[in-house]
């Protein structure tokens, strides 16, 4: 898998593991390969949960991480972790009903190695209780004693990201952490972490964060929707886009913010809805928070804009697909090489 050296370059990334794993996972071994230059932490959690909040707490205090990643159950102790920049990846927010659900009680094996040697653990009606005693824990740091929100809770919700695979067979908990945070993405995915989730879902929200924590500004490149298409136009989401397209998203959002724009069909409002299905389908994660809707793209500023429209006078450097100059995409990605931006 490729490495990007220059993300979270000298930065401290918690890993929290999910139920019966550790911090031998190959998610750990992802994280380090992918971030060459991070400092990756992953704790083996003691299998009671009072004993594993409390070492990630101390954990917390004592380096202070930059970033942190929880899964499955680890998401559900992440969003507890207030104070720090966080992704939860099916986080298991209601872990004692998951548990019940799916027979994740008795005798259980940890399906990684665990720096103490244990093999096995045992889940009785005192450890699901105490499951749940600590995940109704959730979301308390964004409410004061009284009901009222914290001084934090503005910013609290804005440092928190929740990913939520469509494949996801064990835990769905889109709707109560959405209901909480704004920032509840849908990826294509099951619940175990793979090299195609992480790098098509959970890096481009690291990007996000580590650019922001960083005042990093990439240049800012504006693709008209019906760029994408291999056919028609944007009224005429019925097909996949491209593959040139696709192949070229992923490779300029690793050096560009990337914005795609589609018409504002006032006339035709069940559209909006049809465009973001169409772009949630197959661009996914790098579209969500970065559509806009506008008839108006001259007033777009940023530093390019790929659009197979005639549109006058633009702010940012217009780049006509489908021209001489730009045939394909290919030859936009050429452009964009030669640039080395």
């Not at 009222?148 to 990201?161: K, L």
């Not at 990913?163 to 993405?185: C, E, R, S």
């Not at 998203?249 to 909006?272: D, E, G, K, N």
Request: glycine share 6%; aromatic share 10%; with cysteine.
């Amino acid at each position: 898998m490729e490495q990007f050296p220059d993300l979270l370059n000298g930065k401290t990334l918690l890993y929290v593991h999910g139920f019966a794993s550790s911090g031998q996972s190959g998610t750990v071994k992802r994280l380090r390969n992918a971030f060459p230059n991070a400092n990756v932490i992953a704790p083996d959690l003691p299998v009671h949960p009072e004993e594993a909040i409390a070492l990630l707490h101390q954990v917390c205090a004592d380096v202070h991480p930059d970033i942190i990643l929880g899964t499955s159950m680890g998401g559900m102790y992440a969003e507890q972790l207030y104070g720090y920049d966080r992704i939860l990846t099916n986080p298991a927010l209601c872990i004692a009903d998951t548990m019940a659900a799916h027979g994740l009680t008795g005798t259980q094996t940890f399906q990684n190695p665990r720096q103490d040697g244990q093999q096995t653990f045992y889940v009785d009606k005192a450890l699901v209780k105490a499951y749940r005693t600590v995940s109704e824990r959730r979301f308390s740091g964004l409410t004061t004693a009284d009901g009222q929100p914290s001084p934090t809770a503005a910013d609290e919700r804005r440092r928190v990201y929740g990913l939520f695979g469509d494949a996801d067979t064990l835990v769905d908990t889109f709707d109560l952490f959405h209901q909480h945070y704004p920032n509840a993405i849908s990826f294509h995915g099951e619940h175990r972490m793979d090299d195609h989730s992480f790098v098509h879902s959970v890096l481009p929200v690291i990007r996000w964060v580590d650019d922001r924590q960083e005042h990093r500004d990439r240049p800012i490149i504006y693709i008209g929707i019906e760029t994408l298409l291999n056919h028609g136009g944007p009224m005429h989401l019925d097909t996949p886009p491209a593959s040139s397209a696709q192949k070229a998203v992923r490779q300029l959002i690793a050096r560009y913010q990337l914005f795609f724009v589609a018409p504002a069909l006032t006339a035709q409002p069940s559209l909006y809805a049809t465009t973001t299905a169409w772009l949630q389908q197959y661009v996914n994660v790098p579209a969500w928070g970065h559509t806009i809707f506008t008839n108006q793209r001259h007033l777009l500023y940023g530093d390019y804009l790929v659009e197979a429209l005639s549109t006058a006078d633009t702010l940012a450097t217009r780049l006509e697909f489908g021209s001489d100059t730009f045939k394909s995409w290919d030859d936009l990605i050429t452009y964009f090489d030669r640039l080395g931006l």
